[in-house]
């Protein structure tokens, strides 16, 4: 027997005391002080320019500090003050709510309306040990963003989620970023970041149905002020709803958009009928792109009217509300003296 196995011998004798102490006088309950499977990983603290490893931070001896760091950067929150390794998940706290769910239903998509509460989030995230890395599962059965890749519906759920994709969902930030802001808190110069519990380099978009789309956007043809809490509800849920597909930039279907997440809460932001416009020229801009020969996006206001069912004023007015937050980008034209702005670009 090696040293090393000797060693990793000792140490699981000594858990299993620790644990039984620990629940036989009520100090703690087991399960809060996780077990690693692999006491002595082989994985590479430093990079080949000198960096830290951000793999390494997953090391099961940075739990009490992994710990720390949450409980510093959400502290308003006010999770993992105590021993507990069971945590409020935050998305309630950083994005916007859900209120409707998308169903296939016999005719096409249905949608009904959910109460985003906070049952769906209570004590749902659950910090661990898996084998010898540092981890976060979500255990909500209540929850009903099946787009979250923490999930248990999701098909492609990741699980666990490391430090850094922790925070890429509770926030929607980038991985470097998450990356940049957990080195920062540790003191330390990380390398790069690549592997599970982050988000791939692989683009991954919702495969979304065009009639779905296109019949939900006629319905709300002539919409009312106060319908528009419930136009991007229904939009953003049919958008989320739609399966995760790997996407890349000459993937066109001829009944299906690719639509990113970013798209759907952009729905958020712009909070006004304009929704119906940003999604149109998304769809429009997509299927101009299959031909690279052909012309490009190119819009004005009375073309966006007629596509989508308004005025010439009220397109004019969405095409303003969509500039101002950076969602489109516009040129002029000129046909004698003449001068007209086209919309020729959408972005996310």
Same mark, same amino acid.
């Given at each position: 027997?090696?040293?090393?196995?000797?060693? %990793?011998?000792?140490?699981?004798?000594?858990?299993?005391?620790?644990?039984?102490? #620990?629940?036989?006088?009520?100090?703690?309950?087991?399960?809060?002080?996780?077990?690693?499977?692999?006491?002595? @990983?082989?994985?590479?603290?430093?990079?080949?320019?000198?960096?830290?490893?951000?793999?390494?931070?997953?090391?099961?001896?940075?739990?009490?500090?992994?710990?720390? $760091?949450?409980?510093?950067?959400?502290?308003?929150?006010?999770?993992?003050? #105590?021993?507990?390794? $069971? $945590?409020?998940?935050?998305?309630?706290?950083?994005?916007?709510?859900?209120?409707?769910?998308?169903?296939? #239903?016999?005719?096409?998509?249905?949608?009904?309306?959910?109460?985003?509460?906070?049952?769906?989030?209570?004590?749902?995230?659950?910090?661990?040990?898996?084998?010898?890395?540092?981890?976060?599962?979500?255990?909500?059965?209540?929850?009903?963003?099946?787009?979250?890749?923490?999930?248990?519906?999701? @098909?492609?759920?990741?699980?666990?989620?490391?430090?850094?994709?922790?925070?890429?969902?509770?926030?929607?930030?980038?991985?470097?970023?998450? =990356?940049?802001?957990?080195?920062?808190?540790?003191?330390? =110069?990380?390398?790069?970041?690549?592997?599970?519990?982050?988000?791939?380099?692989?683009?991954?978009?919702?495969?979304?149905?065009?009639?779905?789309?296109?019949?939900?956007?006629?319905?709300?043809?002539?919409?009312?002020?106060?319908?528009?809490?419930?136009?991007?509800?229904?939009?953003? #849920?049919?958008?989320?709803?739609? @399966?995760?597909?790997?996407?890349?930039?000459?993937?066109?279907?001829?009944?299906?958009?690719?639509?990113?997440?970013?798209? %759907?809460?952009?729905?958020?932001?712009?909070?006004? @009928?304009?929704?119906?416009?940003?999604?149109?020229?998304?769809?429009?801009?997509?299927?101009?792109?299959?031909?690279?020969?052909? %012309?490009?996006?190119?819009?004005?206001?009375?073309?966006?009217?007629?596509?989508?069912?308004?005025?010439?004023?009220? %397109?004019?007015?969405?095409?303003?509300?969509?500039?101002?937050?950076?969602?489109?980008?516009?040129?002029?034209?000129?046909?004698?003296?003449?001068?007209?702005?086209?919309?020729?670009?959408?972005?996310?």
């Amino acid at each position: 027997m090696t040293d090393s196995e000797h060693n %990793a011998i000792d140490r699981d004798e000594l858990v299993k005391v620790w644990h039984d102490y #620990g629940l036989r006088f009520s100090v703690f309950v087991p399960a809060h002080q996780p077990r690693p499977d692999t006491w002595e @990983p082989d994985v590479r603290q430093f990079d080949e320019k000198g960096r830290v490893n951000p793999h390494y931070l997953k090391h099961w001896k940075f739990l009490a500090r992994t710990k720390g $760091f949450l409980r510093d950067r959400y502290a308003e929150h006010g999770i993992l003050k #105590g021993p507990t390794l $069971f $945590f409020d998940c935050l998305v309630r706290q950083f994005q916007n709510p859900m209120r409707y769910a998308k169903v296939e #239903g016999e005719y096409g998509p249905d949608f009904f309306e959910v109460k985003d509460t906070q049952d769906w989030y209570e004590k749902a995230i659950r910090m661990g040990i898996w084998d010898w890395q540092i981890g976060f599962s979500c255990r909500s059965v209540l929850c009903q963003r099946r787009w979250c890749s923490m999930h248990r519906g999701n @098909p492609k759920r990741i699980n666990p989620v490391d430090v850094y994709g922790l925070l890429t969902v509770f926030e929607r930030i980038p991985a470097a970023s998450a =990356k940049a802001q957990v080195g920062k808190w540790f003191g330390m =110069k990380l390398g790069d970041l690549k592997g599970a519990g982050v988000r791939t380099p692989t683009v991954y978009r919702r495969k979304v149905s065009k009639k779905a789309l296109s019949v939900l956007l006629k319905e709300y043809e002539n919409m009312r002020t106060h319908q528009v809490k419930e136009l991007i509800g229904r939009l953003h #849920g049919l958008i989320k709803g739609s @399966p995760f597909e790997e996407w890349h930039g000459r993937k066109f279907d001829d009944d299906y958009a690719f639509l990113s997440d970013k798209a %759907a809460d952009n729905l958020y932001r712009i909070n006004s @009928p304009a929704a119906k416009a940003y999604v149109w020229l998304l769809i429009r801009q997509e299927e101009l792109a299959r031909n690279t020969r052909g %012309a490009k996006l190119s819009v004005s206001d009375s073309e966006l009217a007629t596509a989508i069912g308004v005025s010439k004023p009220s %397109a004019q007015t969405y095409r303003k509300a969509l500039t101002k937050l950076g969602l489109i980008e516009t040129g002029e034209t000129k046909a004698g003296k003449t001068a007209e702005i086209r919309i020729v670009k959408v972005k996310y």
